[in-house]
């Protein structure tokens, strides 16, 4: 009885060229290519953010499900010798295991692992009292606002935390971590930005909390630590934090009723990150998007020219929509 042998090569040939391994590899590419597509036409913040988060499932499982069966196919080469249409159909079922179930648990444990390293810097100030370089002013000014704000948005159980201006936080930031909701913002933010400027800053980091930016952006993260070759991951990471940052603009524009404000909040934080202490009024936001540049595919910021001319395009409608309502009180009036 003669003794028949595969090489590896042959054995992922026939296992990948398989009708229902092929389907399946092919079904996955296609969905993948669905939701970009969803993606990419959609102006729903929900439904496009939704998309990016199915793209992320549907690539993850697909790697998983790849590397699973390389794995699974070099170390079953000799059920090949005896039924290999039988050696693909168990690789397929075994595959399919860690396919399902290890996905979701590497993220919980890089996204829980990233969040423990920088929930100490949003809980600075909440736990042992405030941070004494803080002076009252400062913390009672950005309190006020913050509480008057998450009033007007029917919102609770969040905090704020005003911290040194030294951390390794940016300006202003959100976390959604175990049931605490945290809006960080620098004690040097809130002094160098007046009441409206500081209202928007803050709304927008609500608006983070809102759309549970918190678990998209770590998950994403998580999920592009994980593939490091995979261009999707990095580019899945990147949309997500982008329109974010778009989403959390035109939250805080509704919520104040005032962009132009953001607008102008934006310009002095980009301008405090080269120079101290720069005051920049709107007028000159012509000059400043002059050198900003379009960021690529996998910038986790929008350009800053991009987010400045949606929210003046907005202020420019709160406007129109003033001017309306201004005109229809004097009709009625005169009426």
Same mark, same amino acid.
């Given at each position: ?151 007007? #948005?029917? $919102?609770? @159980? ?6 040194? %201006? !030294?951390? =390794?936080?940016?300006? /202003? ?79 805080? #524009?509704? $919520?104040? @009723? ?6 102008? %909040? !934006?310009? =002095?934080?980009?301008? /405090? ?63």
């Amino acid at each position: 009885m003669p003794h028949w042998t595969f090489t590896f090569t042959e054995v992922l040939h026939f296992y990948f060229t398989t009708d229902y391994v092929a389907i399946g590899i092919f079904a996955a590419i296609l969905a993948l290519v669905a939701s970009f597509g969803v993606f990419a036409l959609s102006r729903n913040h929900l439904t496009k953010s939704r998309s990016l988060l199915a793209a992320m499932a549907i690539s993850t499982s697909f790697w998983i499900f790849i590397i699973s069966s390389l794995i699974l196919c070099a170390g079953l080469m000799g059920d090949y010798v005896h039924s290999p249409a039988g050696a693909v159909l168990d690789i397929v079922r075994i595959a399919l295991l860690p396919t399902v179930l290890l996905g979701p648990a590497v993220f919980y444990l890089l996204r829980n692992r990233s969040l423990k390293q920088i929930y100490p810097y949003f809980a600075f100030n909440r736990k042992g009292g405030n941070d004494p370089s803080t002076p009252d002013v400062i913390l009672g000014r950005a309190t006020s606002l913050f509480s008057g704000l998450v009033h007007t #948005a029917n $919102l609770s @159980g969040i905090s704020l935390s005003v911290v040194p %201006a !030294l951390t =390794k936080l940016p300006a /202003s930031a959100a976390l959604d971590w175990k049931g605490e909701r945290v809006v960080a913002i620098s004690s040097k933010s809130v002094a160098s930005l007046d009441d409206d400027e500081l209202k928007a800053v803050l709304a927008h980091e609500l608006g983070h909390i809102v759309h549970r930016d918190s678990m998209r952006k770590t998950v994403a993260t998580a999920y592009r630590s994980a593939f490091l070759f995979d261009p999707v991951a990095h580019f899945v990471e990147a949309a997500i934090y982008r329109d974010g940052e778009l989403y959390a603009d035109e939250y805080s #524009a509704h $919520l104040t @009723g005032k962009p132009a404000a953001l607008a102008s %909040a !934006l310009i =002095k934080i980009h301008e /405090s990150m080269r120079a101290p202490a720069v005051q920049m009024p709107l007028p000159q936001v012509t000059s400043m998007l002059l050198e900003d540049h379009e960021p690529s595919l996998f910038s986790k910021q929008p350009s800053l020219t991009l987010r400045i001319k949606k929210l003046l395009e907005m202020e420019n409608e709160v406007e129109a929509e003033d001017q309306k309502d201004s005109l229809e009180q004097v009709d009625r009036a005169i009426a």
